[in-house]
């Protein structure tokens, strides 16, 4: 194989065509083919799909139209998602996208400022210092500019809430008009070269073949080419993430669709709400060792907010991954390659990472064992690292009232988690490395938000004088301030520039 030009996907979803579309806007398909595989008959849950931020990069990597893609995705804008009962029953804490008050451009954090103040008596209350959290407070939203003050104060920062089916539909439109062709069907065989192991091609339900010099994998748990063909392995971490199944419905939408994700926990697991603008997509993530089908989904018809839509439909899965997503002329994505809950919003993230991070290492011909040996190193740093916060939502409670947050809150975890959780007990940092998702934001607010009170901060913190320190803490909230006041409400932006035809007819 000198050259490669024919990629064949099997399984389209969101993860096939996210791998279409990047191939044929940056691959191009006058020099490669790309021909996706999937049957209509293999369904998806499609009920809703919450994102976070780095979404942005990919839209720009297309270069698709943001508010086209809204409509078209009858798609919601999210500041950040909001944990309910997760530290106690009865506490509530945000998880805001962006930064955290303003980079004062002295090498160290902001918060630890934040955190000096507060010590010393200040509110305590640091999402203040949040222009997303104080807009998803008020229900706004609006892609604000940079303030006039001077200050290194981004862009309000988001993401999208939008329905998967329509986002797969979405991005197979964009990957045909750019020459992808679609094959409809299901593979029963896979045809390998004696020699070298690679794939040749795929045996479809008709007899006829495909043949391919590259195969990307997105048929989901079963992994028909990274695990039935190469015996990738998995490696389980049902032991820190115990749920294994998701009941999920829609429901009526929400007269005023709130610009964030919810996530309620509940007594064997937790539950999402996210709004869109034509319907509202709920789900229940559960452990089936404390509760069973029926009763999971009993309690989410119980709980969600307007009338359900549709039946429930239970998904089961395993958290892990797979030992290697990358074998010789394939690569597994999306649930190929491994499965996290939800319940950070990961799913597309991790999809997306392992797209850009292949078109980076992209082959030539035969593939390099020392760049797919990299690539699959880099992956497992992704998977772990998300791991590692997904887990600390579950570790660090107080809950003892369940026997799943008992199970939870008494657990081993990983020793890079326990690590982390010790720094920030410290002075309220994790020190995350450079290639990990999360930042010290991110962190904060999960570890903060779910009990953690830092004992210290950093010590040039200190550097700053009192009176400086309070000058500087109140034009920031002003500053903020001032951004949220001037952003509209949420449902008032989606109607002047994207409102869905669909979501527009119902109103």
């Known amino acids: 194989m000198d050259t490669t030009r024919d990629f064949v996907i099997v399984g389209g979803g969101t993860a096939g065509w996210m791998a279409a579309a990047a191939l044929a806007k940056c691959a191009g398909t006058q020099q490669h083919r790309v021909t996706l595989i999937e049957s209509a008959e293999i ?50 804490y945000f998880h805001n996208f962006g930064l955290l008050g303003a980079d004062l451009r002295t090498g160290i954090p902001f918060i630890h400022y934040w955190l000096r103040w507060a010590q010393s008596g200040g509110d305590r209350d640091q999402l203040l210092f949040s222009a997303e959290a104080q807009a998803a407070r008020e229900g706004r939203f609006g892609r604000a500019q940079m303030p006039a003050s001077g200050m290194n104060q981004p862009n309000i920062n988001y993401a999208f809430q939008f329905d998967a089916s329509t986002y797969a539909a979405y991005l197979r439109r964009f990957s045909e008009r750019r020459g992808v062709v679609r094959r409809e069907g299901k593979v029963v065989d896979v045809r390998q070269n004696p020699e070298t192991g690679f794939i040749e091609a795929v045996v479809m339900e008709d007899g006829s073949t495909v043949r391919g010099d590259f195969f990307v994998d ?71 060792e404390y509760i069973s089908d029926e009763e999971a989904i009993s309690v989410l018809l119980e709980t969600i907010e307007g009338k359900a839509l549709a039946d429930p ?55 390099d064992p020392v760049l797919v040996a990299r690539f699959n190193k880099e992956m497992e740093f992704q998977y772990e690292s998300v791991r590692d916060f997904i887990i600390a939502h579950y570790k660090v409670t107080e809950r003892e009232d ?31 490395q450079a290639p990990d998702l999360f930042s010290e934001v991110s962190w904060f607010a999960i570890l903060y938000g779910q009990g953690i009170v830092p004992e210290g901060h950093h010590p040039l913190a200190n550097a700053m004088s009192d009176d400086d320190l309070q000058l500087t803490l109140a034009r920031i909230r002003s500053a903020i301030r001032q951004r949220v006041d001037g952003l509209p409400q949420h449902e008032d932006f989606i ?6 035809e669909q979501a527009t007819a119902a109103a």
């Not at 409509?71 to 944990?83: D, Q, S, V, Y």
């Not at 992994?223 to 115990?242: C, M, N, R, T």
């Not at 997503?325 to 993230?349: D, K, R, V």
């Not at 109607?495 to 869905?500: K, L, Q, V, Y």
């Open 402 to 432: 369940t026997e799943f947050w008992r199970y939870c809150k008494h657990m081993s975890i990983p020793d890079t988690l326990s690590e982390k959780i010790e720094m920030f007990r410290v002075r309220g940092e994790v020190k995350p």
């Open 218 to 288: 997105c048929s989901g748990f079963r992994g028909l080419l990274i695990e039935q063909v190469y015996k990738a392995g998995f490696e389980d971490w049902s032991h820190w993430l115990p749920n294994d199944r998701a009941a999920a419905v829609p429901a009526e939408p929400m007269a005023k669709p709130s610009p964030y994700t919810v996530a309620r926990a509940r007594d064997a697991g937790w539950q999402w709400r996210i709004p869109l603008q034509h319907r509202t997509g709920n789900g229940h993530v559960f452990c089936s």
């Open 495 to 500: 109607r002047s520039c994207c409102a869905a």
């Open 313 to 367: 439909k239970v998904l089961r899965f395993k958290a892990g991954r797979r030992r290697a997503s990358w074998i010789n002329n394939c690569l597994a994505l999306g649930l190929s390659s491994g499965f996290l809950e939800p319940l950070e919003s990961t799913s597309i993230h991790l999809v997306q990472a392992a797209i850009t991070k292949f078109l980076d290492f992209f082959p030539t011909g035969r593939p």
């Open 43 to 92: 369904g998806t849950v499609g009920v809703g799909e919450s994102t976070i931020p780095p979404i942005q990069v990919f839209n720009r990597l297309l270069g698709i139209d943001e508010d086209e893609f809204v409509r078209e995705t009858h798609a919601t804008f999210k500041l950040g998602i909001e944990f309910i009962d997760l530290q106690q029953v009865g506490t509530r």
